[in-house]
């Protein structure tokens, strides 16, 4: 099993930053790709940015305002907001595709999710 343990929501005004923050522990062999989703009230599940390997992915709303990054050697995922807008308000989850050591199965976890909210 894997946890996800999520950090840094809160509320801000337009215009200010945020940084959320993520760390996976358990029994993790290696991770494939980490991300942020978020969820509006009333609104599907969306896609902020994702980061593997390869590189990064940004949802049009958010690029060049965030910035996704990951330390492998600590599992961790961070998303650096900036200029946030009240749109931006949502529950931001964690999303980690993770290989478990012993089996290496694979299997994506989502952690508990964090408020933002960015009051105009």
């Known amino acids: 099993q894997v946890q996800l343990v999520e950090s840094g929501g809160g509320l801000v005004q337009a215009g200010g930053s945020l940084r959320l923050s993520c760390a996976a522990s358990?029994?993790?062999?290696?991770?494939?790709?980490m991300g942020w989703y978020r969820q509006a009230p009333g609104k599907q599940r969306e896609l902020v940015a994702h980061?593997?390997?390869?590189?990064?992915k940004y949802a049009d709303s958010v690029n060049g305002r965030f910035a996704i990054t990951r330390d492998n050697a600590k599992n961790t995922v961070s998303l650096k907001m900036n200029s946030l807008k009240p749109e931006d308000t949502a529950v931001y989850y964690c999303?980690?595709?993770?290989?478990?050591?012993?089996?290496?199965?694979?299997?994506?976890?989502w952690g508990q999710g964090t408020q933002v909210t960015v009051s105009s």
């Open positions: 358990g029994s993790i062999f290696t991770i494939n790709a």
């Open positions: 980061i593997t390997g390869s590189g990064t």
């Open positions: 999303n980690v595709d993770v290989v478990h050591s012993g089996s290496y199965t694979s299997r994506i976890y």
